[in-house]
């Protein structure tokens, strides 16, 4: 069961980074926090990603307790 949460969290990690590149945003451009304030602000009609993708990507936040983490040191 643990390496379903694991699986599902790295599932998210590369969801988010593919978001980002789509976006032109890149590593250390802050995409993560932008795009959590746009699923704030806008959740009916988010403006980086479409709804399909708020869904599966809210699914896997909710199932697996987790959001994007970002390292300072690294940028990434």
Same mark, same amino acid.
């Given at each position: 069961?643990?390496? /379903?949460?694991?699986?599902?969290?790295?599932?998210?990690?590369?969801? +988010?980074?593919?978001?980002? *590149?789509?976006? #032109?945003?890149?590593?250390? =451009?802050? @995409? *993560?926090?932008?795009? !959590? =304030? /746009?699923?704030?602000?806008?959740?009916?009609?988010?403006?980086?990603?479409? #709804? *399909?993708?708020? /869904? *599966? +990507? &809210?699914?896997?936040?909710?199932?697996?307790?987790? !959001?994007?983490? @970002? /390292?300072? #040191?690294? #940028? &990434?």
């Amino acid at each position: 069961m643990n390496s /379903d949460r694991e699986k599902m969290v790295e599932l998210l990690l590369s969801y +988010i980074g593919l978001l980002a *590149e789509r976006n #032109s945003y890149g590593p250390g =451009d802050g @995409f *993560e926090y932008l795009l !959590w =304030d /746009d699923l704030h602000d806008n959740p009916r009609n988010p403006s980086l990603l479409s #709804s *399909e993708e708020r /869904d *599966e +990507i &809210m699914y896997l936040v909710m199932q697996t307790g987790a !959001w994007v983490t @970002f /390292d300072l #040191s690294t #940028s &990434m």
